[in-house]
């Protein structure tokens, strides 16, 4: 099992960056998969971005070139950096970790984060 922890949200002017965090309770060189996804008022959640254990990024269209997907093996977090944030990033993100066995896949979520864009 895996516990995931979001930190780093708040509220920000458009335009602004904001950090968040997500804290992973094993190594998550032993997580294939970990990212994001983000679910504003009346709309279905999205992927955001994730990262694998081996580096490979993959990112929505409307955050490409403005958010940036990291991993830091050492104290097994990911991070989401976001730039040029725009009032319709405006959503709870939640953190997820996924993990493969050979005819299994298995999500893990966090609690989510809020994360306010105002305009």
């Known amino acids: 099992q895996v516990q995931v922890v979001e930190s780093g949200g708040g509220l920000v002017q458009a335009g602004g960056s904001l950090r968040v965090s997500c804290a992973a309770s094993?190594?998550?060189?032993?997580?294939?998969?970990m990212g994001w996804y983000r679910q504003a008022p009346g709309k279905q959640r999205e992927l955001v971005a994730a990262?694998?254990?081996?580096?490979?990024?993959n990112y929505t269209d409307s955050v490409k070139g403005r958010f940036t997907i990291s991993r830091h093996n050492a104290n097994n977090t990911v991070y989401l950096q976001m730039n040029s944030l725009k009032p319709e990033d405006t959503a709870v993100y939640f953190c997820?970790?996924?993990?493969?066995?050979?005819?299994?896949?298995?999500?893990?979520w966090g609690q989510g984060t809020q994360v306010t864009v105002s305009s």
């Open positions: 997820f970790a996924r993990v493969s066995g050979r005819y299994w896949d298995r999500d893990y």
């Open positions: 094993r190594s998550i060189l032993s997580i294939g998969v």
């Open positions: 990262i694998t254990s081996g580096g490979s990024t």
